[in-house]
């Protein structure tokens, strides 16, 4: 069975650093406890997760809201977060309309922010889909973070004890570059930056998740742009399945993806 990606990191999607950055920039929403709130929603051509369409090539809609405590202090920028993340998916004959992921986490940041770690789960869930098929999981990452300035550059290793649809023990690795465009000035409300992204996916039980070996690769780049608060991406995204290899269908074939998105 064909199974979905964003992110802990929230996810995400396409443009996850571009998105992270631009969101920094905005005014935060006080909540309690000296806390924060952050909310957002997407639209997006195609819900790819790790290259795989989520939604048979159609169209999503990706409401999120996230939490984050103050850090304990100046000298330790450790804080912790909590929230979730949505999207519509199609996965025929499995009853599943929706998926809800559930997300917390630690993150720390040090040399004037441009460090980023974060540690943090992620609880899968598919509602309407048939218990029997298993859909929901768990899965636990790393993601790690350094801004050079002309590059950042982002890694994460993320660890499912048993992935989508019962199949078994998995391992994603994933590493991204962006790159900022500040020699395209337009004005101070527009700003753009070239992004890409290299992943690799490791599922114990393939034949339960529906691809053709233990192992995949998938790769995307495009271009991200924020414009006057909105977060826009074009972007190309592939894998090495080919259309056998993915249940005789194109959900892993290489297809260019567009999102909005906006944060409050």
């Known amino acids: 069975m064909l199974k979905k990606l964003v992110a802990l990191s929230g996810l995400i999607t396409l443009c996850a650093v571009s998105a992270a950055n631009a969101a920094d920039e905005k005014e ?13 929603a997407a639209f997006v051509t195609d819900y790819s997760y790790r290259g795989l369409s989520q939604t048979q090539r159609g169209v999503a809609v990706q409401p999120t809201m996230t939490y984050e405590t103050p850090t304990l202090s100046e000298q330790v920028p450790l804080s912790a977060y909590a929230g979730f993340w949505g999207s519509n998916v199609n996965f025929p004959g499995t009853g599943a309309v929706a998926e809800i992921d559930l997300i917390a986490g630690f993150r720390f940041k040090a040399f004037d922010d441009k460090f980023t770690a974060d540690l943090g789960y992620i609880r899968y869930n598919y509602p309407g889909s048939n218990g029997n098929l298993m859909l929901d999981f768990n899965e636990f990452g790393l993601v790690l973070g350094y801004d050079f300035g002309p590059v950042a550059l982002s890694g994460a290793l993320r660890y499912s004890p048993n992935f989508f649809a019962n199949s078994g ?15 395209i000035k337009i004005n101070d409300n527009i700003s753009f930056k070239l992004f890409g992204t290299l992943g690799s996916q490791y599922v114990e039980r393939n034949v339960n998740y529906g691809i053709p070996n233990n192992d995949y690769w998938d790769w995307q780049l495009g271009i991200g742009a924020s414009v006057y608060g909105f977060d826009l991406s074009l972007a190309y995204t592939d894998t090495n399945i080919d259309y056998a290899g993915c249940l005789n269908t194109y959900n892993c074939d290489g297809r260019v993806i567009f999102s909005v998105g906006k944060t409050f």
């Not at 909540?31 to 909310?39: H, K, S």
């Not at 994933?174 to 790159?179: H, K, N, S």
């Open 28 to 40: 935060v929403w006080h909540g309690p406890f000296g806390g924060t709130f952050t909310a957002g």
């Open 169 to 183: 023990i998995a391992w994603y690795k994933w590493v991204q570059a962006t790159v900022p465009l500040p020699f």
